[in-house]
């Protein structure tokens, strides 16, 4: 397993990161990642929703599977996954505790075959956040809270100018984080302007 990077190369905002790493999140190093393609900007955040098995919630299965040590046999669901190899750079639980497990300096692997601004392949260039939860049900006011203090540090760390859910770059294939989140609450919170949203909220 790959270990914290030390100190250097801290992008803008440096006292709240560490080569990428956020302060306030608890590091738990995925080696589900890779390098990000030279010349672009790092400038979407993606919003997902994640449990495991679905609907089942803080029982550490989504830390194991970004880390490669999800038990197949624990559960009958995880038959339709074994082997899944994904990462995502942070994990809001529904207490709203803060998990990183890639490098905003790297690639995750959360996106899969996606498109949004006129770009493709959006793991190239965008940061991935999961929040513990089902699509199409709500989320807790403590992952909101975290949530949007973890967007306001990325938009003073990183040239941000999108924010959208899975279900807006993978459209057809996901839906989530789904019609249970609460982009009004999530705008309302950052006071960003329109154009970084995915539509109306």
Same mark, same amino acid.
């Given at each position: 397993?790959?270990?914290?990077? /030390?100190?250097?190369?801290?992008?803008?905002?440096?006292?709240?990161?560490?080569?990428?790493?956020?302060?306030?999140?608890?590091?738990?190093?995925?080696? =589900?990642?890779?390098?990000?393609?030279?010349?672009?900007?790092?400038?979407?955040?993606?919003?997902?929703?994640?449990? @495991?098995?679905? #609907?089942?919630?803080?029982?550490? =299965?989504?830390?194991?599977?970004?880390? =490669?040590?999800?038990?197949?046999?624990?559960?009958?669901?995880? =038959? #339709?996954?074994?082997?899944?190899?994904?990462?995502?750079?942070?994990?809001?639980?529904?207490?709203?505790?803060?998990?990183?497990?890639?490098?905003?300096?790297?690639?995750?692997?959360?996106? #899969?075959?996606?498109?949004?601004?006129?770009?493709?392949?959006?793991?190239?260039?965008?940061?991935?956040? /999961?929040?513990?939860? @089902? /699509?199409?049900?709500?989320?807790?006011?403590?992952?909101?809270?975290? @949530?949007?203090?973890?967007?306001?540090?990325?938009?003073?760390?990183?040239?941000?100018?999108?924010?959208?859910?899975?279900?807006?770059?993978?459209?057809?294939?996901?839906?989530?984080?789904? !019609? #249970?989140?609460?982009?009004?609450?999530?705008?309302?919170? @950052?006071?960003?302007?329109?154009?970084?949203? !995915?539509?109306?909220?």
């Amino acid at each position: 397993m790959t270990t914290l990077p /030390e100190l250097a190369g801290s992008p803008p905002g440096s006292g709240l990161w560490r080569s990428g790493w956020y302060r306030h999140a608890r590091a738990l190093p995925s080696d =589900n990642f890779g390098a990000r393609p030279p010349g672009l900007q790092t400038d979407l955040i993606v919003l997902h929703s994640i449990s @495991l098995p679905p #609907g089942e919630f803080g029982n550490g =299965n989504v830390q194991r599977l970004f880390t =490669n040590q999800l038990d197949w046999q624990a559960h009958p669901w995880f =038959n #339709g996954i074994r082997g899944l190899q994904v990462s995502a750079h942070f994990f809001i639980a529904r207490s709203g505790a803060l998990w990183q497990f890639v490098s905003c300096a790297d690639r995750a692997w959360h996106a #899969g075959q996606s498109a949004y601004r006129g770009r493709s392949q959006c793991n190239d260039d965008s940061i991935g956040i /999961e929040l513990e939860g @089902l /699509e199409g049900q709500t989320f807790e006011t403590p992952q909101y809270e975290t @949530l949007a203090s973890l967007c306001a540090a990325l938009c003073q760390a990183y040239p941000i100018g999108h924010i959208a859910g899975h279900e807006h770059i993978a459209p057809g294939r996901k839906s989530d984080p789904g !019609p #249970g989140f609460d982009w009004q609450r999530l705008k309302n919170s @950052l006071a960003l302007p329109d154009r970084l949203w !995915p539509g109306p909220a």
